[in-house]
């Protein structure tokens, strides 16, 4: 019986070690402990799956496989799966693997992956060991957020013991019950009681109810505590909530939501990425987030908005609004089952606000276009009670406010990284691009929409198709992806035509009779005689590799139009003229 009962106890700790591990405090050495523990499993289970992907693996078939292990770690209470590449799946022997040896390549494989999800669920981390026996890649997959099963292509996935299969339709509609059947934040907690809340914490909470709702005011003076925190739906019955003890509950009171943490925790960092100060605040969080607000350096910045002026237009670096939204939307969507603590990461022109779980709505962009809210809250008690407070705007503007006022700053859009299990949301303080700030300012016919698209442009990053073809179609920009800049119609209205020629290329014939003109005029040029030639009057977008690229075509047009002829070497080129 003893036996028994330490083998229960060990595997107990085994399971807390091998799927509770906070993923950013692993070391390699864990690692190497969690992969020897998952080898000794007598066989795959159905959040563990082992491949050999000895030279490669099909993408699409490892997609589904990320949809069925996200899937069943959900249905079996797992907070992550494992699908481990490089060890033989039925004597678990390390075989090694080279599915893409190159570590920018194996990252880039959480954008794939988000890209054929719903919601954009990915990875939460993709670990590479490299032991004696071969390289190991540990694929770390969040389980599917409650309520929402996961996809990959538009279709369900699931696990049958170790079997790949279709997510059966009881199992679909397990996971989706999660959403209205479960709220983590409105669960009562039998051994709490008002004492455990705080006298100044429930003050303010008064002060802000009667301020969101001006016309109970007089009828909140008269209500005793008990009642007040029933009409703000912050306790149910004169029941405590975790709720009540994440926004009102004593600093000592957060042993009573254990595991989950109330924590939010401030952290300045250098220009070099060194950390200089911090703070951590616990519970009650209606007054954390006044203390996290207070350490924030909200420092003047001063900009030329206009050509045309010698006075400098002077802001604060943040929009007070939008440090508290970003703050509080933290707190409201937080995955406190992740048993983890929301970040502020202040750098000199950057604020990161990040909290753990999916982004629920799916996409930024549908959150500002529908302007709506949502269907869905992962903690709608806990949403409820801070929209009665004044802490957050749950009519669904909050977001679209944020963007709004970056745009009145002429500052980029915020940007919003929904990978690795968690919500990444980062304000610039400062002008990115001062003509695409002038830009903004001399053309208010630009929607909110499109200025996030152009915003995509001066950060160089991604288009969608959609988002390529509505900004050539309205001549907002032009070149070629991913490579493109602010179109000449826009540049002429703006007055930033010499930036429009800098990044606009000449004709190519312009360029291949440079070439012949020089050789002309010399008898012969070598390789370095053409970058000097050429290298300024190509367009400003290109970068080193692209320019080295472009003159290679160049001279080899010329060579097979038999223009030129190169009478040295591959490594040495002498080129000339052909009579």
Known sequence: MMKIQQIAVFSKQLELIIFNRNVEDMTIDELKYILAQLRSLTAETEVVEFKEAKNGYDFTRLGKYFSALSNEANLMGKPHAWLIFGIEDKRHEIVGSRFRPRRKDLDSLKGEIANKTNNRITFIEIHELNLPEGRVVMFQIPAAPKGLPITFNGHYYGRDGEELVPLNLEEIERIRAQAITEDWSAALLPGASLEDLDKEAIRVARANFKNKFPDKAAEVDKWDDITFLNKAKITIKGKITRTAIILLGKDESEHFINPAEAKIRWLLKDDKGNDKDYMIVSCPFILGVDKIYSKIRNLKYRYMRDDNTLFPDEVDQYEPFTIREAINNCIAHQDYTKHGRINVVEMDDQLVFTNLGSFIPGSVEKVVKDDAPEEHYRNRFLATAMFNLKMVDTA????????????????????????????????????????????????????????????????????????????????????????????????????????????????????????????????????????????????????????KIKINNLLSELRRKNRIRNDGSDTKPKWVLID
């Open 396 to 547: 669904g503007g909050g977001i679209k406010k944020i963007f709004n006022f970056q745009r009145k700053r002429f500052f980029p859009m915020p940007d919003y990284d929904l990978s690795s299990g968690k919500v990444k949301v980062t304000i610039t303080g400062k002008v990115l691009d001062i003509e695409y700030a002038r830009l903004l300012a001399k053309n208010h016919a630009l929607t909110l929409e499109e200025i996030i698209m152009l915003d995509k442009v001066q950060k160089k990053q991604q288009l969608s198709v959609t988002e390529e073809i509505h900004l050539k179609f309205k001549k907002l920009i032009e070149g070629r992806r991913p490579n493109y800049y602010i179109g000449l119609k826009v540049a002429q209205k703006t007055g930033q035509k010499a930036a429009y020629t800098k990044n606009k290329a000449f004709d190519k014939s312009y360029y291949l009779d440079l070439i012949e003109k020089a050789i002309r005029e010399h008898g012969s040029i070598n390789r370095g005689d053409v970058d000097e030639l050429l290298w300024k009057k190509l367009p400003d977008w290109m970068n080193d590799k692209q320019r």
